[in-house]
């Protein structure tokens, strides 16, 4: 299942000169046909633009064209574009799906980067689409800026699409308004394996209605419909807003291929034609990496979803992925497990990556839940916990290692992010309360979903001793957004006393808890 200080462009000038400016972020009206199907004329961006794992000095910036087009990316310190530095970035056609990224380094850093997407015929340079511009900030250098940014996942989920009644996603506009400096997305950005209809009755006789499109009408399984899948979310007014001011680091869960699913999988699933997961895996992964701006996994190069993205001296995300390397899903009771859901690889990466990390923060962006047991079906688990509340046993043996080498490393500033249950709640895991002693305490929050079904609590597994001081979450299955308000979280850090505050919101804009937690420290 699944606030700023110094110098320079605050947050709330930004945000005034956004209200004062929104035309310069509304984008052509969006036509559905095919970029194959596209008229004649100048390449068009209707997609909007994006811009992905921002650091210090450097961003890459996303667009989608309607037809093949020389991809140009213009950069400037104020929106007149005034001494401009002009990228020059790929020919972009079908075999991206028309999208393409260009990579900008030698950024300032700490500064507000005003940028536009310009699009021309290959054949014909004078040949321009009208610009689409955004606007993002690089991290600060220097430990004199504070630091926000949000959290969230599930989108599209159980056939909650983008429903015009409501105003389509509009969680996306109210953490745009909230002005983060980049938005973590913790996976199933899309839900290939739930259609969209036009219709669905809600229990007390209202009618949810979702825009649709051909590719969303059924499960994905070709490429072609994986693409679609990734594209219908960027219908959205909200969305294309958001995505040309805040900067992405996004990653991916099952959703992005089917419920649950593991390398070698063979679907158990009547929908399907294609039923190796291995197989669809690698469509999603490539519709994936064409639609979003993402270091380590560009379209031309395969790569990995897993790495860590630099932003500043105050904080380091470490995205893991928790999908493509995993064993299959099973009852958990192995005493030896090495591959766990990592993989062994990618647990001595994280482990290096730990240590090396100068930053105050860690923040470690898991797709799943460590002690929330997830099931799939009758005897197996989906996540880490199985329920057992002794000893470390199957995909535990892993966190148990890695948290064995934050302790022994003295590894200060670690707390865990995640979403994928469609609830939200706060866990503190502590070693005087668990079978496994030999890790120093921490917290693990929980926020989502964004625009999907809400689903009720699952139990926790006592292995790694965790209590839970908050959870919110519905009483039923699958109640939709207009009956559960959707959630995001929000993260700031003071650049002066370097303390960090976790924020689990509402939609709407109530705080549900807050925690502030202290730097330094090996365990909170």
């Not at 989608?64 to 790929?90: C, K, L």
């Not at 219709?199 to 006789?205: A, F, M, N, R, S």
């Not at 002690?371 to 995909?395: C, I, M, N, S, Y």
């Amino acid at each position: 299942m699944a606030q700023g200080t110094g110098g320079g462009f605050g947050r709330r000038s930004l945000l005034q000169g956004t209200a004062a400016s929104s035309a310069a972020l509304a984008l052509p009206v969006l036509s559905c046909a095919a970029p194959s199907q596209a008229r004649g004329g100048r390449p068009g961006a209707d997609w909007g633009v994006q811009v992905g794992d921002v650091t210090t000095s450097s961003g890459l910036v996303w667009v989608r064209s309607n037809r093949p087009a020389r991809m140009v990316v213009q950069t400037a310190a104020t929106e007149s574009f005034r001494n401009a530095r002009t990228w020059r970035g790929p020919v972009i056609g079908a075999g991206t799906d028309f999208t393409g990224v260009t990579s900008l380094h030698g950024l300032p850093s700490g500064e507000q980067v005003h940028y536009r997407v310009l699009l021309a015929d290959p054949d014909d340079p004078r040949r321009t689409g009208e610009p689409v511009s955004g606007t993002f900030r690089t991290a600060p250098a220097h430990r004199r800026e504070d630091v926000r940014f949000h959290w969230s996942g599930d989108l599209a989920g159980q056939g909650w699409g983008i429903n015009p009644d409501r105003g389509g996603y509009r969680i996306y506009e109210e953490m745009r308004r909230r002005n983060p400096d980049f938005f973590l997305c913790s996976g199933d950005n899309i839900y290939a394996d739930n259609p969209i209809t036009e219709k669905v009755t809600l229990p007390d006789g209202r009618i949810w209605r979702n825009v649709t499109t051909e590719e969303k009408a059924k499960v994905a399984e070709t490429l072609a419909e994986f693409r679609g899948a990734f594209r219908y979310n960027l219908l959205d007014d909200n969305l294309r807003r958001f995505n040309a001011q805040v900067p992405t680091i996004t990653q991916w869960d099952d959703h992005e291929v089917h419920n649950n699913w593991y390398p070698g999988q063979l679907l158990d699933d009547d929908r399907y034609t294609e039923k190796d997961a291995d197989v669809l895996s690698a469509r999603s992964l490539r519709a994936f990496s064409e639609y979003f701006p993402i270091r380590t996994l560009r379209p031309d190069q395969g790569g990995r979803v897993y790495r860590v993205v630099h932003h500043g001296p105050l904080l380091d995300v470490f995205v893991l992925d928790m999908r493509r390397y995993r064993n299959a899903n099973s009852p958990g009771r192995q005493t030896d497990d090495r591959q766990g859901i990592l993989g062994a690889e990618q647990l001595r990466w994280l482990k290096r990556e730990l240590s090396r990390s100068q930053a105050a923060w860690k923040v470690i962006a898991s797709d799943m839940p460590l002690g929330l047991v997830v099931p799939d079906g009758k005897t197996d688990f989906e996540a880490v916990a199985q329920g057992d509340p002794g000893a470390p046993l199957g995909r535990e043996l892993q966190l148990a290692e890695l948290l064995r080498h934050i302790k022994h490393a003295r590894i200060t500033g670690t707390l865990w992010l995640t979403t994928d249950v469609h609830y939200t709640s706060a866990q503190h895991y502590a070693p005087e309360r668990a079978a496994f002693k030999d890790f120093e305490p921490f917290w693990e929050f929980v926020s989502g979903p964004l625009n999907a079904g809400g689903f009720q609590a699952l139990k926790l597994d006592g292995t790694f001793g965790p209590t839970q001081p908050f959870i919110k979450a519905p009483d039923r299955a699958n109640t939709s957004p207009a009956e559960t308000p959707q959630n995001f979280g929000e993260i700031d850090i003071d650049a002066g006393s370097g303390e960090l505050t976790v924020r689990l919101r509402q939609e709407g804009g109530q705080v549900l808890f807050s925690k502030v937690l202290q730097p330094g420290r090996v365990g909170q």
